[in-house]
């Protein structure tokens, strides 16, 4: 049973940036992707980011361009950064392993940009 421990987040200004951290304990298996979803009050979870043990990423379409995701295979940690923060980038954000066909999700952070 893998354990997520996420840290970081907060209030941040808009135009800011946040840094998550998500580190992974109790694998007994590879872990094949860790990354991070998010969700906004009255919507559906999305993926913000998601990066494989090759090094392959995806991005979702709200934050391609502003968002790098990072790993330590020797730690078992992603780290997330996000930069020009907006109002809309609000939300609880979950850290998400897939690991020998189970996925495992945080408990999850919140962000609120805001002034």
């Known amino acids: 049973q893998i354990k997520l421990v996420e840290s970081g987040g907060g209030l941040v200004q808009p135009g800011g940036s946040l840094r998550l951290s998500c580190a992974a304990s109790?694998?007994?298996?590879?872990?094949?992707?860790m990354g991070w979803y998010r969700q906004v009050p009255g919507k559906e979870r999305e993926l913000v980011a998601i990066e494989s043990d090759t090094g392959r990423t995806k991005f979702g379409d709200s934050v391609k361009g502003r968002v790098t995701i990072s790993r330590d295979n020797t730690k078992d940690t992603a780290y997330l950064e996000l930069n020009g923060l907006k109002a809309e980038d609000t939300g609880v954000y979950f850290c998400n392993v897939f690991s020998a066909s189970t996925i495992y999700w945080g408990q999850g952070t919140q962000v609120t940009v805001s002034s």
């Open positions: 109790g694998k007994n298996s590879l872990i094949d992707t």
